[in-house]
């Protein structure tokens, strides 16, 4: 049997207008698309500020030609991007002097750039600095620093200056005022050889937080480790609530999660959490000591990183006397456990060196180039755009949870009207006859093949009676021959005017039912393993993704032994490849050891 992680990882080659090899370019996915901007050519030693788009699911580059106007920023490197409301943030990085006479001629730079994603231009540089009464001056100029952005701030830390020495602090700006408000000293170097930081677009909760009678506190501690023994009201005790993903609140923010590494032949690892406060300040907290597990990363050299779901992903090239490789890493933030992301023998050779998450798809993509070697591309800085290798880390449990689409409020209404039969004037007849009264209203606005059939049974019945006689002396009109019949959609022989017929047990129909009145798997029965399975087969069958996801989201957090096989079977029935694959390390018999 193959290795799971082969089965997980593959490469392709990339095509369209590939970018050059380049030194100290910038990578930012956006949706299903990642943008490429500056860097040093590797053959010229010349710094460019070129925009390249690859297309995540077609594999395809672009060059984004040149505005050659004004707004267009001063070539740089070793800069930072950031994505914030379909803008490109770049701030700093090394670039050349005015009037510079060679390429050695170098300064840093201080500039925030905001580039419009829909127009495809660059804002003019005066439209990012507002004068405000709350504006502090600029950070000092730098490269190789971090930056991060958290709801509407975007925080850069660290970095050097000209003379290759360590900055040590912290500032804030204000995106949506475009002016600096906030600078803290931080004493630690950090820099892109060494440390990531990163946040997500969208918060990871659990329910109990939604169900919190007073104002949540300043978390102490990375905010995903929720105290279990937090209560309920006592609607919810009978329910199960999934964790889910929400946009940031200020009571719930976008945590900055920062990870060092450093000392390599005896390597020191810390984490840090900032977290932003309604009125611009933040609170650090060192969580270095709570992480655990029975491995730790490795020295990584030039780490890139991202948060999926309750994952930190950390991933570098890993250099040490005897063994080169790409290396990937995940630290559960609800335990803080670490644990390898083992990609097969995928980037067993080649050189790759730059990763991005594609949060959209659950997938980590890192570039490199198969016939490359990497010792030598990291001495050099440089990076390769011809080839891409795609890791699902769905696959190894690591995903985005589904959103809610009703409150958890609602979901209790709507399961409350559903028991006392609210509005109640259709039914579901379940294979026994046993039989399920519901809104069909309700029905139709949630089932779209059920709204689809009701238009076409009513359809039906209007051309029945078109063709009834207008009198008892009606003669109808000959047919015309060689005229070809238009074949209406047939309405499905189960519906009827006030009963539909399903050929499902009781409580897979009751399930079903359940979920169109909540939008969500909250019941015990829902959550029963025979049940999950055969939801994500009716979901399949009537197309609908959302109860797919959140099956899938169910399966993955019930994962276990007894159910592994008939989950592995549901799953390939279903065309669920990364659920079918981790499963599949629960159905293969144990190792015989002697």
Partial sequence: MHSVSDLTTF????????PPKLVGSSNTVVANKMYLYGGRLVTERRMVTDMFVFDLQTLVWEKIPSANDDNTPDPRYFHSADSWNQYLIIFGGMGLKPDADNADDLCVLNDVRFYDLAAKRWMPSSWSLKDSEISI???????AHLSSVSGERLFIIGGQDLNSVWLDDVYVYDLTARTWVQRR??????????????????????????????????????????????????SSDSLVLLPYSAPATDDFPNEIYLYSNYNFTDVQRELEVFTPLPNNDFTITDESSAMNGSSFPPGLRFP???????????????????????????????????SRVDPGGTLSTGSWFRSCLWTDSNKLLIFGNRQGNLVDDYNRRLLSWDHVAIIDLEAFGIYQPPRLQLEIRMQEMGLAALEEEVLADFEIVCDDDRRIKCSRKLLEDRWPWFQEQRKSFLQAAVRALDTLPLSATHVPLPEVPNTPSIQEPRPDPRLSPRVLHLSEPYPITLALVQYFYSLALVTPLQHAPAVLSALLVLATNYELPHLKLLV???????????????????ATLCSCRSLQIRYALFARPPAVTS
């Fill in 304 to 338: 890139t990183g991202a948060i999926l779901g309750t994952h930190l992903i950390i991933a570098g090239t890993y250099i040490a006397h005897n063994f080169q490789s790409f290396s990937v890493w995940a630290l559960n933030l609800i335990d803080m456990t670490w």
């Fill in 552 to 570: 899938k989201h169910a399966m993955h957090r019930a994962l276990s032994n007894s159910t592994s096989v008939g989950v592995y079977e549901v």
């Fill in 11 to 18: 490469s392709r080659n990339t095509s369209g207008d590939v």
């Fill in 137 to 143: 001056p600029a950070p000092k100029a730098r490269y």
């Fill in 185 to 234: 000293d931080y004493a630690r170097h950090c820099g892109t050889y060494r440390s990531v930081a990163v946040s997500a677009s969208m918060r990871v909760r659990l329910p109990q937080e939604e169900l919190r009678k007073a104002p949540a506190p300043i978390p102490s501690k990375p905010t995903f480790r929720i105290d279990s023994s937090i209560p309920s009201t006592s």
